[in-house]
């Protein structure tokens, strides 16, 4: 080592090992050492000094005044400083060190996300088979029209205010089930109406289908009066929870049929439905790129039968009293017969919207075919993983033939081919959401018995807004809320996929058909302002 200059070394065989990796990550030239006994980062820095070149120190320099010998340092003690620019490179090379020596534990958690992925227009196998047969049979044809979202529907009854709204009121009958389409909410509706032929109580499921139109009255109503975008409300978002809630009531309540008080309330507690999906979609939109898809029915849902215990008016239903004991039914898979899970799966789907009928589930999956063929297979599949795992646990035996451990399954395999990208990853995660769904589930109906609350579809909700946060796992690709529509129009639009946080304004990627409501003489208000829809739900 020269005697022109003498380096303070190192303190440990740690900082010598930090500096070897910092020596790549500064740009720094190796260099051999000089001497044995002399430390690698000390001929770094002199190396780095030399290189630029400083002066050599002169021999004889004294250490600085407040450093003694064996303190870790990397002072060079020269006679001649270095200049400005060699020592904030030496500055640089010491902060590149420091994060060396510290571990961020969420360093990761914030890195780059991966370039977006481009990818090719495709369309559903069983929509292929579907197109050649309706290609050979003329009048099948015809039903091509009925798929999808119905944009032209929406279009021709904008004209007339009445079949605007009985448009809307379908539609938001559709949303129970995450559709948007007049006729899967024909569908649906004719479901409610024939929940009672299984157990012969038709009077009964007719007085609940009222009081869930009632319900979905009220909630679009109050869309009106408020002044919502006509967009929104004619795309069904104003009216799919205040169904529930209506439907509801007729449920969770102990009354006579046809009781005035319930049919009354069905309507008030429907309309409070809009004012909790304004707040709540402001909210959840803004700040996490997340609807609030069913929290509206359930904070008015469970907050009115729990309120019902401290007045005498109402009174909830004898199913859902407080009850702290364990039902110790017919437990176990040797209870459930594989084939019963079958018609298990269909009633799950029929009780979505209060219906404990096999039937009813078969004409909402009916419906959901015009709508989208992935959805509909979703549900299905949904509802018989969450049956077949309920029962595997050793559920109660007659809980998962009545649907009440599939239902929630069902709606969260829906939203994950729905809000997502429609392919393999997709689909592992809606199975990964199914098997949460039920242990999901299972919590909190020893959560909400006590308290004598219904659980409702509180299960889905919280798993639904669980995976809809995620934008970081590989291929599980988020659609953006404002092009969300079936999940075969996510596979035949091509796209630039990204995830929500980086959606810009200006983003050029493809954008859905959103319909621009017509001029009405009684709706005009109600018309988007300046006569465009952006970064909205499109229909």
């Known amino acids: 080592m020269p005697s022109s200059a003498r380096v303070i070394p190192m303190g440990s065989e740690s900082d010598i090992n930090v500096l070897d990796l910092a020596r790549g990550s500064a740009g720094i030239a190796p260099i051999a050492r000089e001497s ?79 370039a977006p992925q481009k990818f090719k227009a495709r369309s559903f196998i069983v929509d292929k088979a579907l197109y050649r047969i309706t290609t050979l049979v003329p009048f099948l044809r015809r039903l091509r029209v009925l798929k999808g979202t119905m944009a032209w529907a929406a279009r021709n009854t904008a004209q007339n205010p009445v079949t605007q709204f009985l448009d809307s009121l379908l ?27 299984k157990s012969g109580e038709n009077a009964h499921a007719a007085y609940v289908a009222v009081c869930g139109l009632l319900g979905i009255l009220g909630s679009s109503a109050g869309a009106l009066l408020l002044g919502v975008d006509a967009n929104l409300l004619q795309t069904g978002l104003f009216g799919y929870n205040g169904l529930l809630t209506g439907l509801s009531t007729a449920t969770f309540l102990a009354h006579d049929a046809w009781d005035p008080g319930v049919l009354s309330v069905s309507i008030v507690l429907g309309a409070l439905t809009t004012f909790l999906q304004l707040a709540l979609g402001n909210a959840l939109i803004s700040a996490f790129k997340t609807p609030p898809l069913t929290l509206p029915f359930h904070i008015v849902a469970v907050m009115f039968v729990l309120a019902s215990y401290s007045f005498d008016q109402f009174e909830a239903a004898s199913f859902i009293q407080p009850n702290l004991k364990v039902d110790h039914g017919s437990r176990g898979i040797s209870a459930v017969e594989f084939k019963a899970l079958f018609e298990a799966s269909l009633t799950s789907v029929g009780q979505i919207v209060f219906c404990g009928s096999p039937l009813s589930g078969g004409l909402m999956l009916l419906g959901m075919v015009f709508y989208s063929r992935i959805a509909a297979i979703a549900a299905f599949c949904g509802a018989f993983i969450g049956c077949g795992f309920a029962t595997a646990l050793g559920a109660d035996a007659t809980a998962v033939l009545a649907g009440h451990y599939g239902y929630n399954a069902a709606l969260s395999s829906i939203a994950a081919v729905t809000f997502f990208m429609p392919n393999r990853q997709a689909i592992l995660m809606a199975v990964v959401a199914c098997v949460l769904a039920v242990l999901n589930d299972g919590a909190w109906k020893a959560i909400a018995a006590p308290l004598g609350a219904p659980t409702g579809g509180w299960p889905f909700w919280n798993i639904s807004i669980l995976f809809l946060l995620q934008d970081k796992i590989p291929g599980f690709i988020p659609i953006p809320l404002a092009e969300v529509a079936a999940p075969e129009d996510h596979m035949m639009a091509p796209r630039t996929a ?14 859905r058909e959103v319909i621009v409501l017509q001029k009405s003489p009684r709706m005009s208000r109600f018309k988007p302002r300046g006569g465009k829809v952006e970064n909205k739900l499109p229909i």
């Open 36 to 114: 044995e006994g002399e430390p690698v980062g000390s001929c770094e820095v002199r190396s780095l000094l030399h290189s630029k070149g400083a002066p050599p120190a002169q021999a004889g320099a004294q250490v600085p005044a407040g450093e003694e010998k064996g303190t870790p340092s990397l002072l060079t003690v020269q006679k001649a400083p270095p200049s400005f620019q060699q020592a904030v490179q030496l500055v640089v090379v010491m902060n590149r060190i420091q994060k060396l020596q510290t571990l961020a534990p969420y360093s990761t958690w914030e890195a780059p996300r991966p």
């Open 171 to 197: 539609r938001g009958m559709s949303q129970c089930v995450i559709c948007n389409s007049p006729v899967t909410g024909l569908f649906l509706m004719g479901a409610l109406f024939a929940a009672g032929t």
């Open 498 to 511: 990204k995830p929500n946080s980086q959606i810009t304004e200006g983003d050029e990627s493809p954008r």
